[in-house]
T-cell receptor, first 111, second 115 residues
Framework: GQSLEQPSEVTAVEGAIVQINCTYQTSGFYGLSWYQQHDGGAPTFLSYNGLDGLEETGRFSSFLSRSDSYGYLLLQELQMKDSASYFCAVRDQTGANNLFFGTGTRLTVIP | KAGVTQTPRYLIKTRGQQVTLSCSPI?????VSWYQQTPGQGLQFLFE???????NKGNFPGRFSGRQFSNSRSEMNVSTLELGDSALYLC??????????????FGEGSWLTVV
């Protein structure tokens, strides 16, 4: 089976840096993805790690350690618009689009 | 380039009825997957279609079914609706499901309320 654990809620100050952790257990592993979802909106792709290390995309970075079954999403220079839910997701089969999502982390950015 | 389009956006059904939801993927995308999102269970994978064939299926009862047409458009059907089927149903598309990036694009979803 699969399981992904994320903190349920995180609060951070505008302009600060926040890290959202994700630990996973899967029968197979073909990468860890991160998605952002604003209230009432569609999940949107943020980042993907197929190999260990850091991937950087603008203010967002994502890290993966396969040996620790652990990853995180790092958001820098937080803006109010970053308030949203963030989901990590794993794929357990290559070439398949059946993502298994974590329960999500609700990020609230305060002034 | 148009995004993933889902219809209807909102609907209300009565227990025992059936519902059909439609999804038009991004042009050129051949893989379409469906997810159910509820406050209690989060985002759960329903099934994936690729080139009109169901490639993967999640742990949902047989009341949930889907299909994909030759133009990659997809529909999902839920029969004998239960109150617990009230959820946001999301469709997602990608080019072929393989490769780096795992980039799938979600539609805005169909909000289903069962009363």
């Amino acid at each position: 089976g699969q399981s992904l654990e994320q903190p349920s809620e995180v609060t951070a100050v505008e302009g600060a840096i926040v890290q959202i952790n994700c630990t996973y257990q899967t029968s197979g592993f073909y990468g860890l993805s991160w998605y952002q979802q604003h209230d009432g909106g569609a999940p949107t792709f943020l980042s993907y790690n197929g190999l260990d290390g850091l991937e950087e995309t603008g203010r967002f970075s994502s890290f993966l350690s396969r040996s620790d079954s652990y990853g995180y999403l790092l958001l820098q220079e937080l803006q109010m618009k970053d308030s949203a839910s963030y989901f990590c997701a794993v794929r357990d089969q290559t070439g398949a689009n059946n993502l298994f999502f974590g329960t999500g982390t609700r990020l609230t950015v305060i002034p | 380039k148009a995004g993933v389009t889902q219809t209807p956006r909102y609907l209300i059904k009565t227990r025992g009825q059936q519902v059909t939801l439609s999804c038009s993927p991004i042009s050129g995308h051949r893989s379409v997957s469906w997810y159910q999102q509820t406050p209690g269970q989060g985002l759960q994978f329903l099934f994936e279609y690729f080139s009109e064939t169901q490639r993967n299926k999640g742990n949902f009862p047989g009341r949930f079914s889907g299909r994909q047409f030759s133009n990659s458009r997809s529909e999902m059907n839920v029969s004998t609706l239960e109150l617990g089927d009230s959820a946001l149903y999301l469709c997602a598309s990608s080019l072929d499901g393989a490769g780096r990036g795992n980039t799938i694009y979600f539609g805005e979803g169909s909000w289903l309320t069962v009363v």
